[in-house]
């Protein structure tokens, strides 16, 4: 390293590098995207794939596709079949439709993760931060969610439940006709005190710090994920941009900042109860779960030398405490413990009974869902059942359109909003299969769709018991609404207004 003051005044002028770093990154791009273009068609270049005519007057078939997806791609469906490649969303796409879509899922040649790298460059925004399993295709952390949240959902539910009711009366309060002019912010906040009580603890999740943080994370890999077309200047953008400053770096010293004194009582905690030969009644949630678990997912501990520390303080615990022969007896705490768990488990079975909700989630998925998306990056040549290949490099994308308005697979009228579409259908709205890929299906399945959909059943529910009303503030603007893609800001308020009385809310459905 050298001191760039001292070394600029001999050689460069500071002002030199702040030109000369910007030209830099422009030259390292052009020949970066060049490499690209060169080495990826971006759709299969099987030569028995059709490929979509461009309407005259167009240079791709983004302008027709924005018209009118549905249309789009019904018309691409009737003259090419279940398999097409298009320019669309700024991208090369291989289109599979229909039956052939369930094949990109269970393929293992097919990568989700690759795919969206390639678009976003996200790797490069979490990589610098991961530091451990630092493998792109790592399977841990499908894992952690896999065997820690899901399994553990029931015990978690009440503090959903709870700080998402606590948010609700901060947030909204009784709402005589108020108007929030912001709701998808309010929603984004109720869903990050949620989260964060259910990794970090409740404790943790009391520092409004580390709430903010939850938000500001989640807006930043928003960014990064874009909105709508992406092209390799976003990636590459991302790329350079994240390579050197990463937003992440600062939530993640907020995160370590507030967890470590919590893990250092938990800690001295544990060592106490050792100490006087009780259990350690452990706080439920993932922190604690990886801690305890830190050797089996292979984490390299972010604070070895805590660690350390707190190894030793708890070895000084146990000695004095035999020192001075205070030593308890086991106690059996399952009286309690099989109390508390009786309520919680109705909690969670409260939620689940909840099939309304489920079915109007899902519906929710399946009618806003973007027609075209989930891409999945070809890995190797891959043949579908129809001869048809998916080229190494190349980009299938599925076309929900003929997956989520199919009347064979979703029921009557596809085409309309139905709530209660799939109650008594036994097709949850966790249910990953070929006619709901929402979540995707298979061995990459979303591991956090139990946890997301019960948050969102939680949050419908909420809504539904406290508000009798919840209207648009610009009524013209309910159709495009429903028709906008998930998570897209409303470009108008909301009025709530609370019931007078609070009965259970699943009557209200
Ligand atoms: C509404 C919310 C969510 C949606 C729509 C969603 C959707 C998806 C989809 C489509 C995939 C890719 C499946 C594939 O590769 O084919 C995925 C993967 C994944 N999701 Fe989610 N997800 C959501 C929430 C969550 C949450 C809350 C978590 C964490 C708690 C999570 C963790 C993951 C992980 C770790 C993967 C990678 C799995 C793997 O590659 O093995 N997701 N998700």
Redesign the pocket.
């Known amino acids: 390293m050298f001191d760039v003051d001292s070394y600029s005044s001999i050689a460069i002028p500071a002002n030199m590098l702040k030109v000369a770093l910007p030209i830099g990154i422009g030259l390292a791009s052009a020949v970066y995207l060049t490499m690209k273009m060169t080495n990826h068609d971006g759709f299969s270049t099987d030569r028995s794939i059709p490929m979509v005519r461009i309407r005259s007057g167009d240079t791709t078939h983004d302008a027709e596709y924005f018209e009118n997806q549905d249309k789009f791609l019904a018309e691409c469906e009737k003259t090419y079949g279940l398999v097409f490649n298009c320019l669309v969303l700024g991208q090369k796409v291989t289109v599979v439709s229909g039956s052939l879509a369930r094949e990109?899922?269970m393929n293992q040649d097919?990568?989700?993760?690759d795919a969206i790298d390639e678009m976003t460059g996200i790797q490069a925004f979490t990589m610098s931060v991961i530091k451990s399993n630092r493998r792109a295709?790592s399977?841990v952390?499908?894992e952690?969610?896999r065997d820690n949240?899901s399994p553990n959902l029931p015990l978690f539910t009440p503090r959903i439940v709870e700080q998402l009711t606590t948010a609700v009366e901060k947030e909204l309060g009784d709402g005589d006709g108020k108007l929030v002019e912001n709701p998808l912010r309010i929603f984004q906040n109720m869903i990050a005190g949620a989260?964060a009580s259910?990794?970090m603890g409740l404790e943790v999740a009391k520092n409004q710090k580390v709430l903010d943080s939850f938000i500001d994370c989640t807006y930043d890999f928003g960014q990064v994920l874009g909105q709508g077309k992406k092209d390799s200047w976003h990636a590459f953008g991302n790329r350079a941009k994240y390579g050197v400053l990463n937003p992440l770096r600062k939530h993640v010293n907020i995160m370590v900042e507030a967890a470590t004194p919590v893990i250092l009582k938990r800690r001295q905690q544990e060592a106490e109860a050792v100490a006087k030969g009780q259990e350690y009644k452990r706080p439920m949630d993932i922190m604690q779960r990886l801690l305890d678990n830190s050797e089996k997912y292979g984490f390299i501990d972010i604070e070895d030398e805590v660690l350390a520390q707190i190894a030793k303080e708890r070895q000084q615990e146990r000695q004095s405490k035999l020192d001075a022969g205070e030593v308890a007896s086991e106690r059996d705490f399952d009286g309690t413990k099989l109390d508390s768990r009786r309520d919680l488990d109705f909690s969670a079975a409260a939620i689940k009974r909840m099939v309304r909700m489920d079915s109007f989630v899902r519906e929710i998925?399946r009618f806003r869902m973007e027609r075209l998306?989930?891409a999945?990056l070809a890995r190797k040549n891959v043949v579908l059942s129809n001869g048809m290949v998916i080229t190494k490099g190349s980009k299938a994308i599925i076309n929900m359109r003929s997956i989520n308005q199919d009347s064979e697979m979703q029921g009557e009228d596809p085409t309309e909003f139905r709530p209660w579409r799939f109650v008594g259908k036994s097709k949850s709205a966790t249910k990953?299969s070929g006619d709901f890929?929402?979540?995707?299906?298979?061995?990459?399945?979303?591991?956090?769709?139990f946890?997301?959909?019960q948050?969102?059943k939680t949050v419908g529910s909420l809504m539904v018991q406290k508000y009798s009303k919840i209207e648009i503030q610009d009524p013209s603007k309910s159709m495009s609404i429903l028709l906008s893609r998930?998570?897209q800001p409303l470009d108008t308020g909301l009025i709530f207004t609370s019931r007078t009385f609070s009965p259970s809310a699943e009557k209200y459905y």
């Open positions: 990109i899922f097919f990568s989700f993760m295709d399977p952390i499908h952690i969610i949240i989260m259910v990794f998925f998306s989930l999945h990953a890929l929402a979540f995707g299906m298979g061995r990459h399945a979303c591991p956090g769709r946890l997301a959909i948050e969102l998930l998570g």
